[in-house]
């Protein structure tokens, strides 16, 4: 059982570079997200989707891009890599039960430096 | 605007050494407080999900309990093995829809000493 599956695990990217890391679920969930984690600032929504073709902003979307055209991937791209995007990201599913949220699965994350 | 607020930052105790985490929230409409273990360079791992005040979920050392304004996660004669990050999150109200993201409290660091 695969459950969520980033890559790759660790880029070093160039100032102005754009990259996509990759996330895949397999357990047919209806929601993903994108994560960011930096040291004393904890996880910051970066951007979610509540199904196929839809994506929304989360509480730091700013140079990042998102799109969804299958259940099972969730791409995030970076525009124009800048340091301040040097950070962990963790891409999560999730799926609802009778309007109540259930636990998000997290994959083992990409830890991205920009020099 | 959601909130959710851990304390205390780190925790070191002995082997043995019972004690308690805390996740104070503020959230309108309240659907679900989670509850992660993470270990360095790994991904959350989730623990409990708690739904309504009163509510209490056990696994091994860990018991995980709820009221209208807090979590606590209690930790009984905990072992090494225990050390990690712990997390609490709460589904994220803003934009109209509380499904797939989660506003996180910044996580408690507890060290177990043998």
Redesign the interface.
Same mark, same amino acid.
């Given at each position: 059982n695969a459950g969520?599956t980033q890559t790759p695990k660790f880029q070093v990217l160039k100032t102005g570079q754009s990259m996509t890391l990759q996330c895949a679920q397999d357990m047919n969930h +209806? !929601?993903? $997200?994108w !994560?960011r984690q930096d040291p004393?600032?904890?996880?910051?929504?970066i951007h979610? $989707?509540?199904g196929a073709g839809i994506t929304?902003?989360? +509480?730091v979307p700013n140079g990042y891009n998102v799109s969804r055209s299958t259940t099972e991937d969730f791409p995030l791209r970076l525009l124009s890599a800048a340091p301040s995007q040097t950070s962990v990201y =963790?891409c &999560?599913s999730?799926y $609802?039960v009778q +309007?109540?949220?259930? +636990? &998000? =699965?997290?994959?083992?994350?990409t830890r991205l430096t920009v020099v | 605007e959601d909130q959710v607020t851990q304390s205390p930052e780190a925790l070191r105790l002995q082997e043995g050494e019972s004690s308690s985490l805390n996740c104070s929230y503020t959230v309108s409409g309240l659907r679900g407080l989670f509850w992660y273990r993470q270990d360095p360079g790994k991904g959350p791992e989730f623990l409990f999900t708690l739904y309504s005040a009163g509510e209490e979920k056990e696994k091994e050392r860990l018991k995980a309990t709820l009221t209208k304004k807090e979590s606590f996660l209690h930790i009984t004669a905990p072992k090494p093995e225990d050390s990690a990050t712990y997390l609490c999150a709460v589904p994220s109200n803003a934009g109209g829809t509380s499904y797939g993201k989660l506003t996180f409290g910044q996580g408690t660091i507890l060290t177990v000493h043998p």
């Open positions: 969520v +209806e !929601y993903m $997200s !994560y004393g600032m904890g996880l910051r929504l979610y $989707s509540v929304d902003q989360g +509480e =963790f &999560a999730s $609802s +309007e109540m949220n259930t +636990e &998000a =699965f997290f994959g083992q994350g | -």
